[in-house]
């Protein structure tokens, strides 16, 4: 779905602490690795206090915004589930809500990775070669808990199939 000459829309929304802002850094990453030009917008809030954080990542052949446009969110990727109602306007008609409970959190080899497992469900969603998200991953996460994450993505990945 990334390839094929459209931009791609997704809004990564939770709470403050829960990751979101590192996996638009790992989705963004992963599609400029595929060779796509990238676009990545935040909306922090009350970040510190755990409030709501979103963030618009935009990729295709060329993107000239980063900001998706309301109602236009191909994906909708949630960390926390009062989060979902507030930010469904954004998705697109047809468009896919990835919810917090896509993954079940005991299947994780630690509970702060889910951020990254939900991100493997939308990879088995996009054309992104998954060399291009582990190398993401990589430069995004420290190497202490690269293992984890990358147990948490291919979790997630298979889930979705």
């Given at each position: ?37 990238v ?39 949630v ?83």
């Open positions: 779905m990334s390839r094929g000459g459209r931009v791609v829309n997704v809004v990564i929304a939770g709470l403050g602490g829960q990751g979101v802002l590192t996996a638009s850094d790992i989705l963004a990453g992963a599609a400029f690795r595929a060779g796509l030009d676009k990545k917008a935040e909306v922090h809030g009350m970040s510190q206090r755990g409030g709501s954080v979103t963030s618009d990542v935009r990729f295709g052949p060329e993107v000239l915004s980063p900001m998706v446009p309301a109602g236009e969110a191909d994906f909708l990727l960390l926390e589930p009062s989060e979902v109602a507030g930010n469904r306007p954004a998705l697109a008609p047809g468009g896919l809500l990835v919810p917090p409970d896509a993954v079940a959190v005991g299947a994780l080899p630690n509970r702060r990775s889910l951020n990254v497992a939900l991100l493997g469900v939308l990879a088995a969603r996009l054309d992104l070669p998954e060399a291009c998200w582990l190398d993401a991953l990589r430069e995004a996460l420290p190497a202490r808990l690269l293992g984890v994450n990358e147990k948490a993505f291919r979790i997630g990945r298979e889930t979705a199939r």
